[in-house]
């Protein structure tokens, strides 16, 4: 046999330009998310205890789980080390109630990791965001789970346990006046564990802006369509419909603004359409809050204009050099 | 390696390297052996030159019969192989093996037919230039049917960490100067349009011809970006600017056409640039020819198992699988990287960040084009996702999150679809 570690017969590694790569990874960006969501999730702990640990453990172990068995199952190769699903199953956490029960986590990540994000063929090739797409059907089929007036009943804390969109749906403006635009933002409100926090949302979300990983354009064009269409509504009959900033900092507004609407593969990348995309999400959101049946917008407009993104992309620039 | 900054939120920023001082030279002896490589493809039966035959340095070599493809050879001794090389795509080359004799001696073909810089033709420039260092495009100065009317001169260097370029201007203006002038005189071209770095603009502008400044980011000084952003022209898409009356050429081969003229002989010696494990750089002069082994040698680098060798810059360049990989006129760099610095390439899909996006110089829809690349949808890509568009910078793979060879992907599509073009014509 022939020596084969000859200094003449070493084999190089021949591979195609670049030769560079930045070093950027999809595991690196999840756990960059998972960073900036921290701040709103550990208050939301703080609030209200053990409950919801269980709720965002069970919710980011079981989606590791189903996506582990999905893949194991669909004989494609284990993707759970990407850390999209943990990412998955911590948005879901964030947006329940700390009472919900250990069935309903389950469901729902069932529902976005199989549902939402593997049977269109795993990650990047989701239409929807599958953690929307999970809250809007788990929502919508145990209604009265996400009354957060009624799960949240037994907390006492030192604020008003109301919902503010509930109240506003139900009582009106006036009832609004109860709650300080500080209180709304300092995570002083009830509702899903990791979305009421508005400061640590903010906070996460321009982390995520200035580390590049979620595109400021759609963040900035959501807050601005829900502020814009607020205002209008507002002007219109400011006895009805509640003031802009108020929209800003209740419901699901700031977690859609910087940790749902942004999911890459769900939304357009070019800049004019991610503004369209951005500012008609925050549109419809108020449309629903206001004039629409649901106590919050968020989910169903994100879902919608998931289902325009594509659409929207097909305004771009035009290629250098390109003919006709 | 420049990694991704911690503000992701700006786009990355390679930054061309600038040499201060005029470095030291390396220079590498010239080697037992060396190997020159014609872009001829091989073919044995019409082959004139014979084995054994005995060459002088700077003689021109006819290779084959009914063809004006040569080579010049760079050492005085004997022809010791020909035979067929492959690269890149399948590219079939003429590898013609000379081995060195003791006693160097200068063939005086080139003066006989030459004269001095003023007698220059277009012809003489034509019939021995071609393989002079830097790879003087001189079949587009007499092409008919897409006549030139502006001749770019390229100081900078077009990828990064490369300084060739620089150091030519840097040591040798006055080569570049009587170039120039040979240049007008034998083309007729007036239009001479210099483009320099930030860095070199004093320098340049001693040639009394027009200087225009490129940017000193990557990928700036690429023909197509050039075009687009100094001359104010827009190459249409899949076209290059000698289709429309743009010829580029780089300040070491207009070098190399002066001191041709000057010293009655062909330029043997190429200068590129070494790009270390480490990173640092070194600029070496060796023969066109010199087997890349010989380079590592003079410099102590030793290359092991799955290490990586590349003839020419981080971005554009393309990766050899020998050693003894001959120096070509066209070699502006060469890079070994170790196997630990080899950036992990995946099968990943592409998740729709956009990050490719920001970066395209050229406007491209990356993220769909990538999808219908995967699936072998060549001919869709092109017709509504802009293939052709593409300039080839590279930065698109460089930037992307799912560690895509995107670039790749791109190149073979072009690749595929000229060949089922080109197949498509002969069929009928």
Known sequence: ?324 | MIKRSFIGLLKPRLEYGSIEDTPSLKQIPTSKEITLLSNCPFDKKKLLLKKKAAVKTGQKLLLYKESDEYVVSSVTGKVSSISAYTGDFGRSYTAIAIEVADNEEIDDGFKFAAGGSKDATLETVENYLAFAPGNPPVKLFSDKDKPINTIVVCCADSDLLITTNQHVVKSDIDAIKNGISILKTITGVNDIIMVASQSQMHEVSATGEKVNQVNDTYPSALPHLIMKDILGKVVPAGKNPEDIGVCFISAEAVASIGNAFNSGQIPVTKIFTLVKKDGSKSLVSARIGTPASEVFKAFNITLNENDRLIFGGPMTGSSVYSEDHPIQPDTDAIMVQDKDDIPVISDYPCTNCGDCIRVCPANLQIDMLVRLLEGGYYQEAADQYDLYSCIECGLCSYVCVSGMPIFQYIRSAKYELSRANTAEATNG
Request: net charge neutral; hydrophobic share 55%; aromatic share 12%.
């Open chain 1, 1 to 324: 046999m022939a020596d084969n570690n000859v200094a003449d017969n070493k084999k190089f590694i021949v591979s195609h330009a670049p030769f560079w790569h930045d070093g950027s990874r999809i595991s690196l960006r999840n756990y960059n998310i998972a960073l900036a969501a921290l701040p709103a999730i550990l208050l939301g702990i703080i609030y209200y205890g053990m409950p919801a640990v269980g709720v965002i453990s069970l919710s980011i172990s079981s989606a590791i789980i189903w996506e582990f068995v999905f893949c194991r199952v669909a004989k494609r190769s284990v993707t759970i080390g990407d850390g999209s699903a943990a990412i998955i199953g911590m948005l879901f956490g964030m947006l329940l109630p700390a009472t919900a029960p250990w069935w309903l986590v389950i469901i729902g990540t069932f529902v976005a990791v199989v549902i939402g994000k593997q049977i269109y063929g795993g990650i990047g090739a989701n239409p929807f965001n599958p953690v929307v797409v999970a809250i809007a059907i788990v929502m919508i089929s145990w209604k009265d789970i996400f009354d957060f007036n009624e799960a949240l009943m037994n907390y006492d804390l030192d604020f008003v346990m109301v919902y503010p969109l509930a109240a506003l749906k139900h009582l009106g403006v006036s009832a609004v006046d109860s709650f300080s635009m500080g209180d709304l933002l300092m995570g002083k409100q009830s509702g899903g564990i990791g979305s009421t926090f508005g400061l640590g949302l903010i906070a996460g979300g321009i982390y995520l802006i200035i580390r590049g990983i979620i595109r400021w354009e759609i963040s900035l064009s959501f807050l601005a369509g829900i502020f814009i269409a607020a205002l209008i509504f507002n002007m219109t009959d400011s006895a009805r419909y509640a003031g802009p900033v108020f929209h800003l900092f209740a419901g699901y507004t700031l977690i859609g603004a910087f940790f749902l609407a942004t999911e890459d593969s769900s939304s357009p990348v070019n800049f004019i359409p991610m503004l369209i995309y951005g500012a008609g999400a925050g549109f419809l959101t108020v449309l629903i809050r206001n004039i629409g049946v649901y106590i919050d917008g968020v989910i169903f407009a994100i879902l919608i204009m998931n289902l325009v993104s594509p659409l929207l992309d097909k305004i771009r620039p035009k290629a250098i050099g390109k003919v006709a």
